[in-house]
């Protein structure tokens, strides 16, 4: 089962609210897609939350878009900032993402973030979204969401 972000943030809108904040506070973050041998790579990448759902641009013919072409699934971590603070917490996206190519669609997405051109555009159908914090300096906390499901807690010291 997958959904978009607007029905993530319909359903755990607190949450939601927290994860886009984390997002939101630096520019890059880094994405995980899966090689032709089914190895990791790890990249670096930009994200925007419009219109209910949560996009990815990327360059042409970048690896990571070939991954995405070949391979949906990805991985979504927000960039934990300097030091060792993380306010907000640590936030993970999963999901697979779906390519983009109605120039209708893509239309919106140039008005409002103005990206280079030619770019792969991809929107996201998220499995999961994860936080993790510490909370009174004594327990780490993970809160995990996945679609059809409610947000479940769990903490340990």
Known sequence: ?????????????????LVQERFGAFTHHVLATLRKDGSPRTSGLEVRF?????????MPSSLKALDLRRDPRFALQANPGEGTGMGGGDVRIGGGAVEVDDPAVKGVYIK???????FHLFRTELTEVVR???????????????????VRTLRRT
């Open 1 to 17: 089962m997958t959904a978009n972000w607007a029905t993530f943030a319909a359903a755990e809108p607190d949450l939601a609210a």
């Open 50 to 58: 419009l219109n209910g759902e949560l996009w990815l641009g990327m």
């Open 112 to 118: 409002e973030v103005e990206p280079p051109e030619p």
């Open 132 to 150: 993790t914090y510490v909370e009174d300096d004594k327990y780490l906390v993970t809160q995990v969401w996945k679609p059809g499901e409610p």
